[in-house]
């Protein structure tokens, strides 16, 4: 892959990514010379390429920062080279740059960054599969309320549903961190929807409407806006199953269908969850494809620096994956 067929290889990957047909331009570099040329190129390859990975969805969510320890052992498991194996690589120098370009240094940093980016969409992809992972388990637990019956004793629907909002504030606390900026899975629309939609279920006001009550809170459950966890109100509970127990359980049953319909949906094939697995999957498997190619044409670029969040993420994927 040579330096004029750059422009056209960002536009096959970011169709590739899209997966369809994009608008982007390739870089001129076969109508201007020198260093401006190659500049364009990078820049091209840099910004309608790398940032618009994924579906257009941001490509700079977890930065490669705060070195590991055993760094050294995680790159051979990434089967990354060190400057000492540019050798390896046709047409390098002895320091991992390709001296044959106008600008060598531009060049490696470029590779630096899709080495950063290597790293950080493989932790992705492995996070958000652990996410979708506990939509499915929240769906189960949320279909396992549907069970309530106005047979049920009030013990046993007052457990059943501490037990719910027990479990929505595990899956709060073990992704709401991912969501913050840094996070593994900041500004990826995936995860913000699937927060958002079983939120916006709890707090469904038309739950039980029919029965003149009014959604969860109305039995008491409520989400603090600052921590972001359930809670439930025992004695407002009580008191609902007292003076209207079929209502209760009516709007249980209601909220127990549409949870895990909501649920259900963030994980069906083409929506929001597997439609982002599958865009990273694509981006992983060409820049692995590619890579080669990619470091003949920039240099070796430094070895990604993750940090520790992103490095046990990094481990995760490469377990199941089998790298």
Do not use: C
Not at 154 to 168: H, M
């Amino acid at each position: 892959m040579s330096v004029s067929k750059i422009g056209n290889e960002g536009l096959d990957l970011a169709a590739l990514l899209r997966g369809s047909q994009g608008s982007v331009s390739p870089a001129a570099s076969g109508t201007q010379g020198g260093v401006e040329s190659f500049a364009l190129t990078l820049a091209t390859f840099r910004s309608q390429t790398l940032a618009s990975l994924v579906d257009g969805e941001s490509a700079s969510a977890v930065p490669a920062s705060n070195a590991v320890a055993d760094l050294s052992a995680l790159l051979a498991t990434q089967s990354q080279l060190s400057v000492a194996d540019s050798s390896k690589v046709k047409g390098l120098s002895p320091t991992g740059r390709n001296l044959a370009l106008f600008d060598p240094e531009s060049a490696y940093k470029m590779m630096t960054v899709i080495n950063n980016d290597e790293v950080a969409y493989k932790a992705q992809y492995s996070e958000l599969s652990q996410m979708q992972a506990e939509v499915t388990r929240m769906q189960q637990t949320g279909q396992q309320l549907g069970s309530i019956a106005p047979t049920s004793d009030n013990a046993s629907i007052k457990a059943q549903l501490q037990q719910f909002t027990e479990q929505y504030n595990d899956w709060v606390r073990r992704f709401d961190p991912d969501m913050q900026g840094g996070g593994l899975l900041a500004e990826t629309q995936a995860a913000q929807v699937s927060r958002y939609e079983l939120k916006q279920s709890i707090e469904n006001p038309f739950n039980g409407a029919s029965h003149g009550l009014r959604g969860l809170s109305d039995l008491g459950i409520s989400i603090d806006p600052v921590t972001k966890l359930a809670s439930l109100d025992t004695s407002r509970l009580d008191g609902v199953l007292a003076s209207n127990k079929a209502g209760a359980v009516a709007t249980v049953q209601e909220f127990s269908a549409n949870f895990a319909k909501s649920a259900q949906l963030l994980n069906s094939a083409g929506n929001f969850i597997p439609s982002r697995l599958g865009n990273l999957d694509r981006v992983i498997h060409y820049i692995a494809d590619n890579k080669t190619a990619l470091q003949a044409e920039f240099g070796l670029g430094d070895p990604a620096k993750p940090s520790a969040q992103v490095s046990q993420a990094l481990a995760a994927y490469n377990s199941t994956s089998g790298t």
